[in-house]
């Protein structure tokens, strides 16, 4: 029992839970003190292009997940390495994703709180939760996942 309540990488939230977390704040910071720093046009296009380039990750990453028959929430366990797909350019396609959609958000409302309040979310990320999934993963598939680390960049 032990040891199917510790298959998983132990991440410390729920991701799409940081960054929502994280774009309210800076969504709130800039509805408070607002600053302008691109015309509206080129928010709109900025945000829009991301938001789409997300959606389309997005729905990559869960096809290529559902094929491999693996969970796509990190609180389950992983049953296989997916490297097709989004995943042959990105190992973390996903939170790829997330952070196109956050910055596409971001643009939309001009918010440039948000944006500054990417790079601390992006090191949390990075710690919280891309660290422990790759140790788990190499604990897990061993040489398999070693080989596709080799051959797949972690972000892009």
Sequence with gaps: ME???SDN???????PALYAG????????????????LPRSVT??????????????????FRAMNRAHTAINPSQPTTAIVSDGVFSLSRNPIYLSLTLLYIGIA????ALWALLLLL????????????REEIYLERKFGSEYLHYKTRVRRWL
């Excluded at 994280?22 to 720093?37: H, K, S, Y």
């Excluded at 643009?107 to 001009?110: E, G, N």
């Design 3 to 5: 040891e199917k309540m």
């Design 9 to 15: 990488p132990g991440v410390i939230a729920f991701p």
């Design 22 to 37: 994280t774009l309210l704040i800076g969504l709130l910071l800039n509805f408070v003190f607002p600053i302008d720093f």
């Design 44 to 61: 709109l296009l900025l945000g829009t292009l991301a938001i789409i380039c997300a959606g389309l990750i997005t729905i990559s990453a």
């Design 107 to 110: 643009l939309l409302f001009s």
């Design 120 to 131: 601390p979310l992006l090191v949390i990320m990075q710690i919280g939760v891309v660290k």
